[in-house]
């Protein structure tokens, strides 16, 4: 049994699946960042699902980016 997630859309425990996804995510207002990886999505309605190893990928990936482009740290950067 694959474990379950918590879908706020249909607000019950869903079955996932993990598709490549691009992503758009502004960092600190001054960088937009797209990056193209797994996300956790919901088998009934479509929409995403949090999902923490997933998830610290993504931002691992953005800060990298981030870091490339404007030669600085953004490791305090956390979203949200
Ligand atoms: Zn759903």
Known sequence: MPPKYYCPQCNKIVE??????TEFYNVRNELD????MPVRHCKVCDCDIY?????SKILDEVYRIYEKKT???ATDYKEG
Not at 16 to 21: G, S
């Open 33 to 36: 960042v797209t990056v193209h």
């Open 51 to 55: 999902d923490a190893d997933l998830d």
């Open 16 to 21: 996932t699946y993990v598709k490549e996804t």
């Open 71 to 73: 030669g600085r740290k």
